[in-house]
């Protein structure tokens, strides 16, 4: 018998009241192709360009701009390049950009998706990721002119191009660390709490014997762009050299740890391992940088938000566990996740071939992920992209 042809990955039932508006997000990519092919000098190329205008306008569809978009436009060795990008985002009559948490003038970030959903979630406890994103959704975008969402990035562009250029070395770093499985743990934390704590000789010694794996890693697969894979490696350990510093006064070593990732004993069961408990680690160090925005009773806000329990933390969590890996692990990677976010709030949103696959086999193998995301598509041109909007 064949088989039933899969479905496009796009959420079953979509809530009408994400329909008062149609956005469609690009990625940064198909923008910058965009600007480009429209002031082509070969006619074909400038007609394809303003055939996609033209049925993004009639199908009733907003463009979507985010910081992730800016930072990735702005930041490029050719500066004609970056003054053609802006020529085309200061031409467009209406965009939807983030709204930003703080209410500032300038585009949001997957830092304001997160916050805005942290906040439902904590005032709805009882909710689910569907439902967080019906409430999140009606105030995602903000509507302004794309000369208005690219002002604020004029007023001092070379500093600005300057700090996006420091945020993208630090999206390298980032990747490269977390992409590693330098560590390898997989140990119980019930061993650690059981165990006692090593000697300080033995300490150091499996530091630096961590310390050159993670170098050798970053070395051979992380972005080619990391001048020094052992500076990015050293650093890294440093922070740990000296997180450890405060364990080694004395106590239960598990114990210590659980406390120092905000983790209590009695979320611990016999299956919990150390690795597990360092993500719960990081989201919960998201948390903290949220919440000095938000600022919400900390003890109740680590017991009710769940990564699981917010939309971008059920991509983020799919992203990592299907998304195909690469020998090389691009700093680009970072913010592809970040813009994969926007499925939730984007009525159609193009993603790179890999971030496709990945949610795309994520949706087959979990549960809440369908219900959450609209349609999500690739394209590698153009044209492509104007063949779905057909």
Known sequence: MASEPEPPLSSPQESTALRRAQFIALDS???GNLARERVSKDASIRQGAAALEQAIKERGYILVLSMHHFQELLVYNDSDVVAQRIAFIQS?????????????GVAGSVFDI???EVLAAFQRPNATPRAIRDEVATQMFRLTSGAEAVRPFLVDLPAIQAELTMMAEKHRNIVAITSSDFAKISKKVV??????????????RNLARLEAALSEDIRQHGDERISSPDSVSAAFMADIR?????????GNPGLQILAA??????????TTTVGEVGEWAVFRGKLKRLNRVLQLPWDGLKTRVKEERIPSGVISSALARFRPRTDEWKGSDLIDVHLACLSPYADITFVDKRTHEGLRIARQKTQELPRIIHRVEKAKNTRVILEHLR
Request: aromatic fraction near 0%.
């Open 261 to 270: 990732c905000d983790v209590e004993p009695t979320e611990i069961t016999p």
């Open 92 to 104: 467009l009559p209406l965009v939807g950009v983030i709204n930003s948490i703080l209410g500032e």
């Open 114 to 116: 997160q916050a805005s």
């Open 191 to 204: 061993e650690l709490i059981k165990g006692k704590l090593h000697a300080p000789l033995d300490i150091q």
């Open 242 to 250: 000296r997180r450890g510093l405060a364990l080694a006064d004395g």
């Open 29 to 31: 990519s198909h923008l």
